[in-house]
DNA sequence: TTGTACGCGTTATCAG
DNA sequence: CTGATAACGCGTACAA
């Protein structure tokens, strides 16, 4: 690798010049440019980042800390990050918590090891101390805090929509899956859907769920049918969930959604390729993304200009796994 | 942040001493080491990686180039990566190729910059200058090369073994998604699945296709229909397409497996949800990005004792996409 | 308009 | 066993 001297004494001038063209900072003649730039070229020079970084004390790097890469929902978020932060000229380390409070510990710590300038984290435990007494600026995706920067998706009304669109379609026994209870969005989910239920006089059996993960979600689908085999109508606490009650129900002899109802939340792009297709209640992952790294970058650069609580609505998307209801 | 200075203030040595103990290099008496000990954790002090990494002209990040984290496949092998990585003191800058040249060499050039040891990229182009002229140790996956190191799946095998099932399972008019031109293991598939339908004397369909993203698969599905409205069996380049077709044919009122038999390729961790649940080509890609991460570690460290081409054995996975027959 | 020299936080060498 | 000190590659006062 061609350092910074290499190109100097190839264009036969400073490394401050040679600074100094690199930045278009100060004053340099039309002429030396040129003789620099030409060395750059024929060295194939590119400047080192880590040198800069330990002057600058900052990089270009920042930090992403979400739960699980393999859980469908997260890759959408973690290219809405990749794709405005490189726009930006910055790049990412990644890494996954399993919302684990050590290896997240550990992340966050090869973060500033590393001089990056801000971190995303998705975690349960936005209001720790490690978070609290975190120098650098943080973005919340997905799970919220109150005076925190945080990019979030109206989880209530998601659960609101879910159970509205179950009752228009019919379904007398409802079940609701209740996410982790440690994932707040999860809970906000449970929450709207329970108000808009009682809201209707509707009853409704409750499943708690421990996990968001591939491994569990079959035997939990199996569960709410061994509990509630007469349900007809299923809020599932998300779209992975959801598919694997479709599963359970088509395995039982269950028409869906003639005999059952289901709907998910998130929509992962999957949903839609579904057979039945998924009706589900979309979160826009990929422009929370984007939108918590916009916003990251503002506090980065020290802009107070923006919003700092960036809610972003829900919708329903109906498919195929609840039935058509006119509508007016 | 504590520097390396004031943790040797706060103890009352020298910087020297305590980067010894930090490094665990040379001499150090017991009880200034239990100074130091001390200094370190009243001043919660944790090493800059940055300066570290500029000394020694290398860091302990690693770059992962990967196409796109979007598509199901990916999450798995990036995962496997990085578990394998994290276990080794290795961290990974993350980027998203989509395929594009000119993103990949961006991408490796931020590597370089920031002092990667190593690399393991998942490309269409091993063979170009960008990679035969790096400098650093690469691995690459999935995507192989013949001269450098490498971890894949038999997909010869893998074709031959989906043909196999198809043919097995009594389809008379098959048709092959034949994947993207440029994709190397997409033509292994399709070569091995040709090769075992020729030596069954058997006529096929091919249907080429030039994407594995999700935007495209659907009209691929329709296509195929819309082409060969008769086929009964279907070898898909991959799950995500084969879950477009099995959404196509039940869309046209089509049975599977009883109509049209499908199957896939890779085992993504939603095919075994689906309804039907897939069948398919399994592909151990978490255990492959672990094992290009092994590789990659063992490079770094100069020890040869590797195998340097590491090829992943295939696996038919009978679900409900295929029907059953009796085996001997 | 350009060059010299110092510092960013570490590690390694070498003298003590 | 310990402490100065010179690098690592870059950016920026400050001087010229």
Redesign the pocket.
């Known amino acids: 690798?061609a350092?910074?001297?290499d190109v100097a004494r190839q264009a036969?001038?400073?490394?401050?010049?040679v600074?100094?063209v690199?930045?278009s900072?100060?004053?340099?003649?039309e002429?030396?440019?040129k003789k620099v730039e030409d060395a750059i070229l024929a060295l194939n020079y590119s400047?080192?980042e880590v040198?800069?970084s330990?002057?600058?004390?900052k990089s270009k790097l920042i930090g992403l800390l979400i739960p699980d890469i393999t859980n469908p929902y997260f890759p959408q978020v973690a290219r809405g990050v990749e794709d405005e932060m490189r726009e930006n000229d910055y790049r990412i380390i990644i890494g996954n918590s399993d919302e684990n409070e050590q290896k997240e510990l550990d992340y966050l710590q090869t973060f500033t090891q590393n001089n990056v300038v801000g971190v995303i984290t998705l975690t349960n435990n936005p209001d720790t101390n490690t978070y609290t007494s975190f120098s650098l600026p943080v973005v919340f995706l997905d799970r919220t805090s109150h005076d925190k920067p945080s990019v979030y998706a109206d989880g209530r009304q998601g659960g609101r929509l879910a159970a509205e669109a179950i009752i228009a379609g019919g379904s007398k026994e409802v079940t609701i899956m209740q996410g982790p209870a440690h994932v707040k969005p999860a809970q906000d989910r449970y929450q709207g859907a329970v108000e808009a239920l009682e809201e209707a006089g509707m009853d409704y059996h409750v499943i708690q769920t421990s996990t968001f993960s591939f491994h569990n979600v079959d035997v939990l689908a199996k569960n709410l049918f061994d509990t509630y085999p007469s349900t007809d109508g299923v809020i599932a606490s998300n779209d992975l969930a959801a598919i694997a009650v479709i599963h359970e129900a088509v395995k039982r002899g269950r028409r869906v959604p003639d005999d059952v109802q289901i709907v998910g939340f998130d929509d992962i792009p999957i949903s839609g390729l579904l057979s039945p297709a998924l009706s589900t209640i979309r979160q826009p992952a990929y422009e929370m993304g984007r939108a918590a790294a916009r916003l990251l970058i503002h506090l980065i650069d020290n802009k107070h200009n923006m919003e700092n609580y960036i809610q972003f609505p829900v919708e329903y998307i109906e498919r195929n796994t609840t039935r058509k209801v006119a509508r007016n």
Chains 1, 2 share one sequence.
């Open positions: 690798m350092t910074i001297k036969g001038v400073s490394v401050a010049t600074s100094r690199l930045n900072a100060g004053y340099v003649h002429d030396t440019r400047p080192n040198a800069r330990l002057y600058k004390r």
